[in-house]
């Protein structure tokens, strides 16, 4: 998940420009976020053939580095306790949850993540802290895998840099956002079922009936030539384009007309904080997992009902009409980098 390697490196670069030493160890050092790696971190690549091959690799590097504190995410939770159990070495251990579990598990269908909520429901618990990184994360986990409630925080992602409101100031070249043309729809995302990207493509054709709008989908993944047909189906090529991954995403969040996120499932959907602290009017769905939290029960954007085009639509086209409005900052404060450090220091360096 893109989002969630975002966040690990907010989280490697906040803590690094506190003063501390970090290391980013990877089972694999590849993928599109390796450019991204912050200044002052330290890459340590496993070279590991997959992430459950990685922990003897992992065992080792504990017992050569003796770290103080490891932040574990997503599978490597699991690996990140094994691992620990390997090399005898004390070190303090905290697992984050960035998904609702249950969503997850239904979605996936290779045996580890059949087997993942027993696994975490028995592993987890050794960790010194288990973070979910929204209340709906935390209640997930507690039903899907049986961990206690009393045993799980809830610490909302670092999603607000002091670096994004400059990224989003960049130049943006595409055609669309030229003066004179019709309003863009942006969404952002990996092109999964999750994130449910042909109710969106659905939902546009029948905005586009209405109105000329221009419907612009960034990020890569396996759904691609699935959600071309239907753009193509819809004869919709000339106003729905799949961009593709883009490096930085944020000038197009502030220069779009709407944002949406019509996902099935989440965690803390990272590209709807953004959205929010860019002041883009936004619609999302209100579905498992965090958009209900952010958007302060549809205090800051309007929320839909799940895998429902026609309801989508019609939220849609009352909020292109919504005016952009700088956010206030009680928005977006508890998303921001210095407020979750702070957080994860405690807990990292053992203050409580």
Known sequence: EGGTERIILNLAKGISGRGYNVDLVLARAEGPYMSQVPDGVRLIDLKAPRVLGSVPALAKYLRYERPTALLSAMFANVIALWARCLCGIPYRLIVTEHNTLSSVVKNKKDLRWQLYPKLAGYFYPLADHIIAVSNDVARDLTVSAGIPK??????????????????????????????????????????????????????FSHVRKNRPAHLLILGEGENRSALQSLIDQYRLGQDINLMGFVQNPYPYMAHSSLFVLSSRWEGLPTVLIEALYLGTPIVATDCPGGSREILQDGRFGRLVSVDDPVVLAEAMEKSMNDRHSFPSKQSWEFFSLDFVMDRYLNLLLGDS
């Open 150 to 203: 009393n045993l799980i925080q809830v610490i909302y992602n670092p999603v607000v840099t002091p670096d994004l409101l400059e990224k989003s100031k960049e130049p943006l070249e595409h055609p669309w956002f030229k003066d004179g043309e019709p309003p863009v729809i942006l969404a952002v995302g990996r092109l999964t079922d999750q994130k449910a990207f042909d109710v969106l493509i659905q939902a």
